[in-house]
């Protein structure tokens, strides 16, 4: 398998930025989930399981640092005020939490059409990144495994060509530069049949899918064991095997 896409997810839930190469660190890609919108009269986290209108937004790093929004009709701010009007609610732009601060909470959902075991009111991340998980740092799916859906419905930082990743639960691999732990495949949520920018339609029966033939399970995390630079075309190598 080899990388045929790499993708940085600046502010969660929102549209990310494609990428030629990234240096891939202890918490992942930089910047990867490095901020969040959260709702000021509640405090909570906003994802797009609760708030369907995040994925119509994107995100990118700026140069010399910090994050900046693309709304929906081109506008790019970081002026809270838009991002309030968009959403239609009080919003602030929060960066993650560092060792030390408060674990955030997030909204839950409000139209669960199939049960779902990933769901959850309480964050259980470690500080850092807004992942979903403490062993969620890098998450890799291939062709094989999309098959006819779009892979932007599982907003994996790694798309691989090919087949093959949920065999490698557990063991260790080198991606460009960079040694990984392969875990084990990830839990999926309703955001998976969300609406999506340029034609991507609701579609229900795609949760139910990965529920009945994959028990709920696409894609796979991985934990970086050494820092490294992957690109475009690098290999997926389980340690100990040929290239």
Same mark, same amino acid.
């Given at each position: 398998? @080899?990388?045929?896409?790499?993708?940085?997810?600046?502010?969660?839930?929102?549209?990310?930025?494609?990428?030629?190469?990234?240096?891939?660190?202890?918490?992942?890609?930089?910047?990867? @989930?490095?901020?969040?919108?959260?709702?000021?009269?509640?405090? *909570?986290? +906003?994802?797009?399981?609760?708030?369907?209108?995040?994925?119509?937004?994107?995100?990118?790093?700026?140069?010399?640092?910090?994050?900046?929004?693309?709304?929906?009709d081109g506008t790019v701010t970081t002026d809270e005020g838009a991002l309030s009007a968009w959403l239609? %609610?009080?919003?602030?732009?929060?960066?993650?939490?560092?060792?030390?601060?408060?674990?955030?909470?997030?909204?839950?959902?409000?139209?669960?059409?199939v049960p779902d075991p990933a769901e959850w009111l309480q964050w259980e991340g470690a500080p850092g990144?807004? $992942?979903?998980?403490?062993?969620? %740092?890098?998450?890799?799916?291939?062709?094989g495994t999309l098959g006819s859906w779009d892979r932007r419905r599982f907003r994996a930082n790694v798309?691989?060509?090919?087949?093959?990743?949920?065999?490698?639960?557990?063991?260790?691999?080198?991606?460009?530069?960079? @040694?990984?732990?392969?875990?084990?495949?990830?839990?999926?949520?309703?955001?998976?049949? %969300?609406?999506?920018?340029?034609?991507?339609? %609701?579609?229900?029966?795609?949760?139910?899918?990965? $529920?009945?033939?994959?028990?709920?399970?696409?894609?796979?995390?991985?934990?970086? +064991?050494?820092?490294?630079?992957?690109?475009?075309?690098?290999? *997926?190598?389980?340690?100990?095997?040929?290239?």
């Open positions: 398998m @080899r990388v045929l896409e790499l993708w940085r997810y600046p502010v969660k839930s929102l549209q990310g930025e494609r990428l030629t190469e990234a240096e891939i660190g202890p918490l992942g890609i930089p910047g990867d @989930r490095g901020w969040a919108l959260f709702d000021r009269d509640t405090g *909570l986290g +906003l994802t797009a399981r609760r708030v369907p209108e995040l994925l119509f937004g994107a995100a990118r790093l700026r140069t010399g640092g910090g994050v900046e929004v693309v709304l929906p239609g %609610r009080r919003v602030e732009l929060r960066a993650a939490p560092g060792d030390g601060d408060v674990v955030p909470t997030y909204e839950a959902p409000v139209d669960e059409e990144p807004f $992942h979903d998980s403490p062993r969620i %740092r890098l998450s890799l799916v291939s062709t798309v691989l060509d090919g087949e093959g990743e949920d065999g490698l639960n557990g063991q260790e691999a080198d991606l460009g530069t960079a @040694r990984l732990r392969l875990g084990v495949p990830i839990p999926r949520c309703v955001m998976t049949t %969300r609406p999506q920018p340029g034609g991507l339609a %609701r579609d229900t029966t795609v949760l139910k899918t990965i $529920h009945r033939e994959r028990d709920g399970l696409l894609a796979v995390r991985a934990a970086v +064991l050494s820092d490294g630079v992957v690109r475009t075309g690098d290999a *997926l190598v389980p340690v100990g095997s040929a290239d």
